[in-house]
């Protein structure tokens, strides 16, 4: 299916930015000064009206520097379904404060830098590295704020992928089944016959590609149907998440290669609120959020029908982040309980062949795998993460005992840009807090 043109005005702002990084291999790319792009400077959204020059809309959000105001105000922009964090009290989370502005290290270019140059040059809006368990620091920028929530882009799958390995350890979803088991509304899909399994290490053949360089590749029709892109006028595709799945088709042999897809994501969601007869938002409430005592409710986008965003519609703060992290590199143990199982951190920490990741192309993450929505280095601490658009990380190592949450609105989506240097970064602190 071929995108009016109208629906290309948000194409061809991203596809400027994705660009300038896919040609970032063959010169410097040429950033906007970090300080010219402060939404607060800027009075973006300031004022009652805001003038028109300052206004940012659905349509705009990834329009820099409107990301940057954007990416702690997305409830104001459209539906979303809250997180609860229940009635019982914050869990504590204890500070231990070191001065980490200054700590050096070397640049993915060999150059000397810090952690506060490092946080600057990669369009930090909030920091926060957390050692044996206590907050050792913390800090926020461009306007975000320590209770306001913040989009989590596909650091959203990660949790998907949580609840989906908590619920096979728990027996409700069976991984080497087919889709369709939990799914028939699938059974003229790409996923007809694809496994659980395959759908969660995006090893499944489909007809669909994460390139926002194509302003007529498959993420801007997924976008549209989830309500993250206004569907022009006369608009053919489907404008609801359920009514969109069902018509991506196979393209190539499940289980061969991973290929990063949001659309697995949307399928394994479905299968979580199929499963349960509860929605997204719900579940992390139920099993996350008030489990670990979160300071602040998270809330979860929503499209016109109000089905809930499962791959890059969870938004939740800096320290509520830090909480899962440390709830993770614990064992699944947290706030004085068993939040999920041992066996279910286990499991993503297992990783998948590194041998299908290679098929995805990302070099720069070389030795990596993709498993259950999680990314795995296989380096020697036994770290993973969770990796979001424009630079959102959850870093756990649990060798050194660091959890680290970096929110950030880089002008260049792709996380792969940063990578290097975000890996380096975490290296730093791992070195000097162990």
């Known amino acids: 299916m071929r995108l009016p043109r109208r629906a290309l005005s948000f194409a061809v702002a991203t596809a400027l930015l994705t660009l300038a990084q896919a040609s970032s291999h063959a010169q410097p790319t040429q950033l906007p000064p ?81 952690l506060a140059q490092w946080q600057k040059a990669t369009y930090t809006d909030g920091l926060l590295v957390i050692h044996q368990g206590r907050v050792v620091y913390e800090r926020h920028y461009v306007g975000n704020q320590p209770h306001v929530p913040h989009v989590l882009w596909s650091m959203s799958k990660s949790l998907t992928g949580l609840l989906a390995t908590e619920l096979i350890h728990e027996g409700l979803i069976d991984p080497a089944a087919p889709v369709t088991r939990y799914l028939p509304e699938l059974a003229g899909s790409a996923w007809a016959d694809a496994t659980v399994q395959q759908t969660l290490d995006m090893t499944t053949g489909v007809k669909y590609a994460e390139d926002f360089a194509d302003p007529q590749s498959g993420v801007f029709q997924y976008l549209i149907s989830a309500g993250l892109v206004p569907a022009p006028a006369n608009y053919p595709g489907a404008r609801a998440m359920l009514d969109y799945l069902p018509t991506v088709q196979k393209e190539g042999e499940h289980g061969k290669g991973f290929y990063y897809k949001s659309v697995d994501t949307e399928v394994i969601g479905w299968i979580l609120q199929r499963v349960t007869g509860k929605g ?87 030795g990596y795998s ?50 290097n240097y975000d890996r380096l970064a975490f290296a730093a602190l791992a070195g000097a807090l162990r």
């Open 280 to 366: 997204f938002s719900t579940l992390l409430s139920e099993r996350i959020w008030a489990p670990l005592g979160a300071e602040q409710d998270g809330y979860v986008w929503a499209d016109p029908t109000g089905a809930q965003s499962t791959s890059v519609g969870i938004n939740a703060t800096l320290r509520d982040l830090g909480r899962l992290g440390e709830m993770l590199r614990q064992n699944g143990y947290y706030n004085h309980k068993q939040v999920v199982s041992p066996a279910t951190v286990t499991e993503l920490r297992k990783g998948a062949d590194p041998e299908k990741f290679k098929a995805s192309g990302q070099t720069m993450r070389a």
């Open 34 to 114: 970090p300080d010219a792009t402060d939404p607060v400077a800027l009075k973006l959204m300031q004022g009652f009206p805001p003038p028109p020059d300052k206004q940012v809309r659905l349509g705009t959000i990834l329009k820099y520097p409107n990301a940057r105001w954007a990416l702690h105000h997305l409830r104001e922009l459209g539906p979303t379904a809250n997180i609860a964090r229940g009635p019982g009290p914050a869990s504590e989370l204890q500070a231990a404060p070191r001065e980490l502005d200054g700590l050096a290290f070397l640049d993915d270019k060999g150059a000397r830098t810090t």
């Open 370 to 419: 993709y498993h259950n929505h999680w990314w795995l280095p296989h380096d020697v601490d036994g770290s993973f993460e969770a990796k979001g658009l424009m630079g959102q990380h959850i870093h756990i190592n649990p060798a050194a005992q660091l959890v680290v949450v970096k929110l950030s609105s880089h002008p260049i989506p792709n996380t792969a840009f940063t990578h």
